[in-house]
Protein backbone atom coordinates (compact mmCIF):
# COMPACT_ATOMS: atom_id res chain seq x y z
CA UNK A 1 0.00 0.00 0.00
CA UNK A 2 1.48 3.07 -0.79
CA UNK A 3 2.26 6.02 1.93
CA UNK A 4 -0.88 8.05 2.25
CA UNK A 5 1.15 11.43 3.22
CA UNK A 6 3.76 12.99 4.90
CA UNK A 7 3.20 15.56 7.99
CA UNK A 8 4.80 18.69 6.76
CA UNK A 9 6.37 20.71 9.87
CA UNK A 10 9.83 22.77 10.05
CA UNK A 11 10.64 20.81 13.69
CA UNK A 12 8.84 17.48 12.79
CA UNK A 13 8.55 14.55 10.43
CA UNK A 14 5.77 12.16 10.09
CA UNK A 15 3.41 10.00 8.11
CA UNK A 16 0.49 9.31 7.87
CA UNK A 17 -0.28 5.15 6.92
CA UNK A 18 -3.34 3.02 7.24
CA UNK A 19 -6.51 1.98 5.18
CA UNK A 20 -7.86 3.07 1.93
CA UNK A 21 -11.74 3.10 1.23
CA UNK A 22 -12.37 0.97 -2.35
CA UNK A 23 -12.18 4.71 -4.13
CA UNK A 24 -8.88 5.53 -2.68
CA UNK A 25 -9.69 8.04 -0.26
CA UNK A 26 -8.40 7.99 3.63
CA UNK A 27 -10.91 7.97 6.81
CA UNK A 28 -9.67 9.73 9.55
CA UNK A 29 -9.78 6.55 12.29
CA UNK A 30 -8.62 3.91 9.84
CA UNK A 31 -5.29 6.08 9.35
CA UNK A 32 -2.57 6.96 12.10
CA UNK A 33 0.36 9.28 12.05
CA UNK A 34 3.94 7.83 13.24
CA UNK A 35 5.75 11.87 14.39
CA UNK A 36 9.38 11.86 14.96
CA UNK A 37 11.33 14.33 16.90
CA UNK A 38 14.56 14.45 17.92
CA UNK A 39 15.64 10.66 18.18
CA UNK A 40 12.30 9.71 19.17
CA UNK A 41 9.16 8.51 17.56
CA UNK A 42 6.00 9.48 18.69
CA UNK A 43 3.39 6.42 18.27
CA UNK A 44 4.33 3.31 16.30
CA UNK A 45 1.91 2.90 13.70
CA UNK A 46 -0.60 -0.27 13.25
CA UNK A 47 1.93 -3.91 12.01
CA UNK A 48 0.12 -4.13 8.82
CA UNK A 49 1.57 -1.08 7.54
CA UNK A 50 5.45 -1.98 9.36
CA UNK A 51 7.33 -1.65 5.81
CA UNK A 52 5.99 2.09 5.21
CA UNK A 53 6.98 3.04 9.17
CA UNK A 54 10.34 1.10 8.55
CA UNK A 55 11.20 3.05 5.51
CA UNK A 56 10.21 6.27 7.30
CA UNK A 57 12.11 5.29 10.64
CA UNK A 58 15.18 4.75 8.13
CA UNK A 59 15.04 8.07 7.07
CA UNK A 60 16.59 9.01 10.75
CA UNK A 61 16.80 6.12 12.87
CA UNK A 62 14.93 6.48 16.26
CA UNK A 63 16.18 5.35 19.69
CA UNK A 64 13.41 5.36 21.36
CA UNK A 65 9.73 4.84 20.78
CA UNK A 66 6.50 6.86 23.00
CA UNK A 67 3.46 4.77 22.75
CA UNK A 68 0.15 7.31 23.86
CA UNK A 69 -1.76 4.22 24.23
CA UNK A 70 -2.25 0.84 24.05
CA UNK A 71 -4.29 0.66 20.68
CA UNK A 72 -3.00 -1.57 17.98
CA UNK A 73 -2.94 1.73 15.75
CA UNK A 74 -0.75 3.18 17.89
CA UNK A 75 1.21 0.41 19.33
CA UNK A 76 1.52 -2.19 16.73
CA UNK A 77 5.21 -1.64 15.40
CA UNK A 78 6.49 -1.41 19.01
CA UNK A 79 7.91 -4.86 18.83
CA UNK A 80 9.02 -4.51 15.36
CA UNK A 81 10.99 -1.22 15.97
CA UNK A 82 12.53 -2.54 19.34
CA UNK A 83 14.19 -5.32 17.30
CA UNK A 84 15.13 -3.61 13.96
CA UNK A 85 16.47 -0.18 15.35
CA UNK A 86 17.41 -1.45 19.13
CA UNK A 87 14.99 1.26 20.36
CA UNK A 88 13.55 1.65 23.66
CA UNK A 89 9.58 1.08 23.59
CA UNK A 90 7.83 3.79 26.54
CA UNK A 91 4.73 3.39 27.82
CA UNK A 92 2.07 3.90 30.58
CA UNK A 93 2.24 1.62 33.13
CA UNK A 94 -1.15 0.33 32.58
CA UNK A 95 -0.20 -1.15 29.56
CA UNK A 96 3.47 -2.92 29.41
CA UNK A 97 1.27 -6.45 30.10
CA UNK A 98 -0.85 -5.29 27.32
CA UNK A 99 2.09 -4.96 25.42
CA UNK A 100 3.64 -7.62 26.42
CA UNK A 101 1.64 -10.28 26.65
CA UNK A 102 -1.34 -9.15 24.11
CA UNK A 103 -4.52 -8.23 24.18
CA UNK A 104 -8.18 -9.23 22.45
CA UNK A 105 -8.60 -7.39 19.57
CA UNK A 106 -12.06 -7.56 17.48
CA UNK A 107 -11.90 -8.80 14.19
CA UNK A 108 -12.41 -5.87 12.09
CA UNK A 109 -9.88 -3.96 14.09
CA UNK A 110 -7.52 -6.78 13.34
CA UNK A 111 -8.81 -6.62 9.83
CA UNK A 112 -8.24 -3.20 9.51
CA UNK A 113 -4.41 -2.25 11.59
CA UNK A 114 -3.37 -6.02 11.91
CA UNK A 115 -1.92 -7.82 15.40
CA UNK A 116 0.45 -6.03 17.63
CA UNK A 117 4.00 -6.94 17.90
CA UNK A 118 4.64 -7.35 21.74
CA UNK A 119 7.65 -6.48 23.09
CA UNK A 120 8.72 -5.48 26.61
CA UNK A 121 8.47 -1.90 27.79
CA UNK A 122 9.59 0.76 29.70
CA UNK A 123 7.92 3.24 32.39
CA UNK A 124 8.09 7.20 31.42
CA UNK A 125 10.53 9.31 33.39
CA UNK A 126 9.43 12.75 34.08
CA UNK A 127 10.74 14.38 31.33
CA UNK A 128 11.77 11.89 28.34
CA UNK A 129 15.45 13.75 26.24
CA UNK A 130 15.09 13.43 22.41
CA UNK A 131 17.96 15.43 21.04
CA UNK A 132 18.76 18.91 20.38
CA UNK A 133 17.78 19.97 24.18
CA UNK A 134 14.23 19.00 23.21
CA UNK A 135 12.78 17.48 26.80
CA UNK A 136 9.04 16.34 26.33
CA UNK A 137 7.07 15.95 29.45
CA UNK A 138 4.26 12.67 29.50
CA UNK A 139 1.17 13.59 30.88
CA UNK A 140 -1.19 10.81 31.70
CA UNK A 141 -5.08 11.98 30.07
CA UNK A 142 -7.46 9.42 30.54
CA UNK A 143 -10.79 9.41 28.94
CA UNK A 144 -10.21 7.62 25.43
CA UNK A 145 -8.24 5.27 27.64
CA UNK A 146 -6.70 4.34 30.93
CA UNK A 147 -3.60 4.46 30.00
CA UNK A 148 -3.34 7.88 27.28
CA UNK A 149 -0.74 9.84 27.57
CA UNK A 150 0.49 13.37 25.38
CA UNK A 151 3.51 14.51 25.16
CA UNK A 152 4.45 18.34 26.39
CA UNK A 153 7.09 20.71 25.05
CA UNK A 154 6.47 23.85 26.44
CA UNK A 155 9.18 25.59 25.07
CA UNK A 156 7.95 25.30 21.94
CA UNK A 157 4.31 25.40 22.41
CA UNK A 158 3.64 21.77 21.67
CA UNK A 159 1.06 19.15 22.69
CA UNK A 160 2.01 15.30 20.96
CA UNK A 161 -1.76 14.39 21.93
CA UNK A 162 -2.76 11.02 20.77
CA UNK A 163 -6.22 10.43 21.08
CA UNK A 164 -6.89 13.55 23.20
CA UNK A 165 -8.75 15.13 20.27
CA UNK A 166 -9.00 13.31 17.26
CA UNK A 167 -12.24 15.82 16.54
CA UNK A 168 -14.22 18.50 18.37
CA UNK A 169 -17.77 16.21 17.69
CA UNK A 170 -17.81 12.82 18.73
CA UNK A 171 -20.35 10.23 17.43
CA UNK A 172 -18.96 7.26 18.31
CA UNK A 173 -17.33 5.74 21.51
CA UNK A 174 -15.75 2.29 22.50
CA UNK A 175 -17.32 0.47 25.22
CA UNK A 176 -13.83 1.54 27.29
CA UNK A 177 -14.02 5.13 26.97
CA UNK A 178 -15.04 7.14 30.01
CA UNK A 179 -16.63 10.70 29.66
CA UNK A 180 -15.63 11.92 32.88
CA UNK A 181 -12.45 11.16 32.31
CA UNK A 182 -12.27 12.54 29.36
CA UNK A 183 -13.47 15.97 30.50
CA UNK A 184 -10.94 15.90 33.39
CA UNK A 185 -8.61 15.37 30.65
CA UNK A 186 -9.36 17.88 28.34
CA UNK A 187 -9.92 20.92 31.15
CA UNK A 188 -6.23 19.90 32.15
CA UNK A 189 -4.62 19.76 28.92
CA UNK A 190 -6.64 23.67 27.92
CA UNK A 191 -4.42 24.61 31.40
CA UNK A 192 -1.17 24.01 29.25
CA UNK A 193 0.74 26.58 27.68
CA UNK A 194 0.57 25.23 24.42
CA UNK A 195 0.03 26.00 20.62
CA UNK A 196 0.41 23.34 18.05
CA UNK A 197 -1.45 19.82 18.46
CA UNK A 198 -0.10 17.34 17.02
CA UNK A 199 -3.22 15.03 16.55
CA UNK A 200 -2.22 11.09 15.65
CA UNK A 201 -5.38 11.41 13.88
CA UNK A 202 -6.18 14.98 12.59
CA UNK A 203 -2.88 16.21 12.20
CA UNK A 204 -1.44 19.52 12.84
CA UNK A 205 -3.71 21.84 14.46
CA UNK A 206 -2.83 25.44 14.73
CA UNK A 207 -5.00 26.35 17.71
CA UNK A 208 -5.03 23.58 19.90
CA UNK A 209 -6.40 24.72 23.19
CA UNK A 210 -9.41 26.19 20.60
CA UNK A 211 -9.96 22.98 19.05
CA UNK A 212 -9.52 21.20 22.65
CA UNK A 213 -11.97 23.65 24.31
CA UNK A 214 -14.57 22.98 21.44
CA UNK A 215 -14.50 19.28 21.94
CA UNK A 216 -14.76 19.67 25.87
CA UNK A 217 -17.99 22.00 25.38
CA UNK A 218 -19.43 19.92 22.84
CA UNK A 219 -19.03 16.54 25.83
CA UNK A 220 -20.01 18.91 28.53
CA UNK A 221 -23.20 20.17 26.68
CA UNK A 222 -24.08 16.16 25.51
CA UNK A 223 -23.77 14.77 29.22
CA UNK A 224 -26.17 17.45 30.36
CA UNK A 225 -28.75 16.92 27.73
CA UNK A 226 -28.36 12.71 28.44
CA UNK A 227 -28.52 13.51 32.09
CA UNK A 228 -31.75 15.81 31.38
CA UNK A 229 -33.60 13.38 29.35
CA UNK A 230 -32.29 9.92 31.23
CA UNK A 231 -34.42 12.10 34.46
CA UNK A 232 -37.26 12.11 31.82
CA UNK A 233 -37.21 8.06 32.18
CA UNK A 234 -35.80 7.50 28.21
CA UNK A 235 -34.02 5.06 27.84
CA UNK A 236 -30.16 4.61 26.53
CA UNK A 237 -31.42 3.63 23.39
CA UNK A 238 -34.12 6.06 23.21
CA UNK A 239 -31.46 8.78 24.00
CA UNK A 240 -29.20 7.84 21.30
CA UNK A 241 -31.42 8.46 18.75
CA UNK A 242 -32.80 11.38 19.52
CA UNK A 243 -29.80 13.15 20.43
CA UNK A 244 -26.86 11.30 17.73
CA UNK A 245 -29.60 8.94 15.27
CA UNK A 246 -29.64 5.16 14.35
CA UNK A 247 -26.98 3.38 14.89
CA UNK A 248 -25.19 2.14 11.94
CA UNK A 249 -22.79 -0.17 10.07
CA UNK A 250 -19.97 1.04 12.39
CA UNK A 251 -21.42 -0.22 15.00
CA UNK A 252 -22.54 -3.51 13.32
CA UNK A 253 -19.09 -4.71 12.00
CA UNK A 254 -17.42 -4.01 15.95
CA UNK A 255 -19.98 -5.42 17.42
CA UNK A 256 -21.47 -2.54 18.99
CA UNK A 257 -17.72 -2.12 20.80
CA UNK A 258 -17.61 1.20 18.43
CA UNK A 259 -21.27 2.69 18.12
CA UNK A 260 -23.44 5.47 19.00
CA UNK A 261 -24.65 4.14 21.74
CA UNK A 262 -21.87 3.73 23.49
CA UNK A 263 -21.27 7.54 23.62
CA UNK A 264 -24.50 7.53 25.31
CA UNK A 265 -24.15 4.93 27.76
CA UNK A 266 -21.31 6.24 28.96
CA UNK A 267 -22.34 10.15 29.39
CA UNK A 268 -25.31 8.16 31.47
CA UNK A 269 -23.32 6.09 33.97
CA UNK A 270 -19.72 8.24 34.43
CA UNK A 271 -20.86 11.02 37.22
CA UNK A 272 -17.56 11.62 38.95
CA UNK A 273 -14.14 13.51 38.07
CA UNK A 274 -10.93 12.32 38.95
CA UNK A 275 -8.32 14.12 39.79
CA UNK A 276 -5.63 14.34 36.61
CA UNK A 277 -1.32 14.06 37.25
CA UNK A 278 1.57 13.66 35.33
CA UNK A 279 2.61 10.08 34.75
Keep these: MPLIHRIDHPHVDGVRVGALDRKGNWRLTGTCIVYRIGDACIDTGPSNEWRLVEAFLNERKVKQALVTHYHE ?66 LHFPGHSDDMTCFYEPERGWLFSGDLYIASQIKYMTREENVSQMIDSLRAAIQLDFQELFCAHRG ?33 RAITRQLIGKEDITALVSGFNMSKRNVITVSYTHLTLPTICSV
Design 73 to 138: DHSGNGGHIHDTFNANVLCHENSHSRLKNGFAIEMVRKLTFGQVSLVSTEHFPDRIAVGDGIELQP
Design 204 to 236: IVSDGPAALAKKLDFIVSLREEVHYWRDKGLSV
